[in-house]
């Protein structure tokens, strides 16, 4: 008889005991746990710290001074002995013609004759670089010309101006024949022309303070000159002025200002002018600065690049994404009262309830409290909040009632630290559109390191928050 040989493995039964249960529960409540902290979105927050702004409003403004300009007397070769920015007085030589342009190369020839220049002029000189080095700007390299200019006619002053008046016998031997030119009347030497010279207040237009239309022009010693040709402008008075386009915001900002303190691009200068708004010839607004001292610095200038300084704001600084607005009702302050259950006093209002059958009794309702302005409590407004619109408070102590419904809108911002989103209410001094300087130490606001939501959009009131 044939024995049966074939096996058959021994299958162990699957014993489920407590431990597998458990180790599976806990598997599933992390795998649930992490899959949750993966999807769920996260809430950026902001540590509240204290700082500060200053709001420096940067603009463009048009120099306007009492400028006469002055043309040549007669055809020739000229040469300055002034140099820019140099006040002269009545009778002062200022510049000299020649018909042959022979006293030029002469003095290029005798450039030692008047002797190496005076220790205060290469201070000048050096003031001047300095000066010019320090408002440089690639946008406006046309400068490096008139600046080279300006230099030349004040290297003029200090050698040929000195030499002259010890060679009028070597000149006259020579055959050098010149005409010089004396100044009829005193103030300031500017080279640099441009045509607005005389242009008023009234006259200004949007078009003046467009840079890419402006031309000006700067005589150099040894040209040809046109009898009649303008040379230079005097400026007969320390009295100038700036002024400048103002924008929709600016009309309010600045709105009772009667001076406005300023600091030019480039300078190490802060100047204080008085302030007006005028109408230009095209019936905008402008804003005008006058000053009566400075005016030499910015002697060679048309457009003026300032900063407004406005005072410093300090508080507490917050994000501008992390302010939002809310509505509350308005509850008279004089219906606030205290209740509890007699171990601690909450802060509330007496509410009128209304039973089955209609009678009417008072509760206390405690409420939290959001801000007090001008004699108002704000209280919640929301779904889950105490009150609701048409809701009766009887004031303490008497029978007056006050029918909830009025609201108003606070900004604020989030507070988490509790772990949920609490609106609190902020009050801003200065902001520069990235951030806020609110308010510190008021009662219902924020203090120094709180953790506020940094995208107000991106919760709720009273949600949960994990960080």
């Given at each position: 008889m044939a024995k049966n040989k074939k096996i058959i493995r021994y299958r162990k039964p699957l014993n489920i005991n407590v431990g597998m249960i458990i180790f599976a529960m806990i598997f599933v409540y992390l795998s649930f746990s992490v899959y949750t902290y993966i999807s769920r979105d996260k809430?950026?927050?902001?540590?509240?710290?204290?700082?500060?702004?200053?709001?420096?409003?940067?603009?463009?403004?048009?120099?306007?001074?009492?400028?006469?300009v002055k043309t040549a007397a007669q055809t020739g070769h000229v040469n300055f002995y002034i140099r820019e920015g140099k006040r002269v007085a009545a009778g002062a030589r200022v510049y000299s013609v020649d018909e042959t342009g022979q006293l030029a190369k002469f003095l290029q020839e005798n450039r030692d004759a008047g002797g190496a220049l005076p220790d205060d002029g290469l201070a000048a000189l050096k003031r001047q670089l300095s000066s010019f080095c320090l408002s440089y700007s690639d946008e406006r390299f046309g400068k490096v010309y008139d600046e080279k200019y300006s230099l030349q006619a004040s290297v003029a002053e200090y050698a040929n101006f000195q030499a002259l008046d010890g060679m009028e016998e070597l000149l006259e031997e020579r055959g050098i024949r010149f005409e010089q030119v004396y100044s009829d009347e005193s103030g300031i030497?500017?080279?640099?022309?441009?045509?607005?010279?005389g242009t008023t207040p009234s006259d200004v237009t949007e078009a003046l303070f467009d840079r890419s239309a402006y031309r000006r022009s700067v005589n150099r010693g040894g040209e040809m000159v046109e009898s009649g040709t303008p040379l230079y402008k005097l400026?007969?008075?320390?009295?100038?002025?700036?002024?400048?386009?103002?924008?929709?915001?600016?009309?309010?900002?600045?709105?009772?200002?009667?001076?406005?303190?300023?600091?030019?691009?480039?300078?190490?200068?802060?100047?204080?002018?008085?302030?007006?708004?005028?109408s230009g010839s095209?019936?905008?607004?402008?804003?005008?600065?006058?000053?009566?001292?400075?005016m030499v610095q910015f002697v060679s200038d048309r457009f003026l690049d300032f900063e407004v300084i406005t005072e410093e704001a300090a508080g507490l600084k917050i994000p501008v994404s992390s302010?939002?607005?809310?509505?509350?009702?308005?509850?008279?302050?004089?219906?606030?009262?205290q209740g509890g259950d007699g171990t601690y006093t909450e802060s509330g209002f007496n509410k009128e309830v209304y039973s089955e059958s209609g009678e009417p009794s008072v509760v206390f309702t405690t409420a939290e409290i959001y801000n007090l302005t001008d004699g108002y409590y704000y209280v919640d407004k929301s779904d889950t909040g105490p009150f609701k619109s048409g809701d009766y408070i009887i004031k303490p102590d008497s029978d007056e009632r006050f029918q909830v419904g009025p609201t108003a809108t606070l900004k604020g911002v989030y507070n988490i630290?509790?772990?949920?989103?609490?609106?609190?209410?902020?009050?801003?001094?200065?902001g520069n559109g990235e951030y806020y300087i609110i308010e510190k130490g008021t009662g219902y606001g924020l203090s120094v390191y709180d953790h506020i939501v940094l995208d107000a959009g991106s919760v709720q009131d009273g949600q949960i928050i994990y960080q």
């Open positions: 809430i950026q927050f902001y540590e509240v710290v204290e700082g500060s702004i200053v709001n420096d409003k940067n603009y463009t403004g048009f120099i306007l001074r009492e400028e006469a030497v500017s080279y640099a022309l441009d045509s607005y010279e400026i007969t008075s320390e009295d100038w002025s700036v002024v400048f386009p103002l924008k929709e915001e600016d009309l309010a900002d600045f709105s009772g200002a009667d001076a406005l303190s300023i600091a030019p691009s480039g300078s190490t200068l802060t100047l204080r002018g008085r302030f007006s708004q005028i095209d019936g905008k607004i402008y804003g005008r600065l006058d000053f009566d001292k400075y302010v939002t607005t809310k509505d509350f009702y308005t509850i008279p302050a004089g219906y606030l009262t630290n509790k772990g949920y989103a609490v609106f609190k209410q902020i009050t801003e001094l200065a």
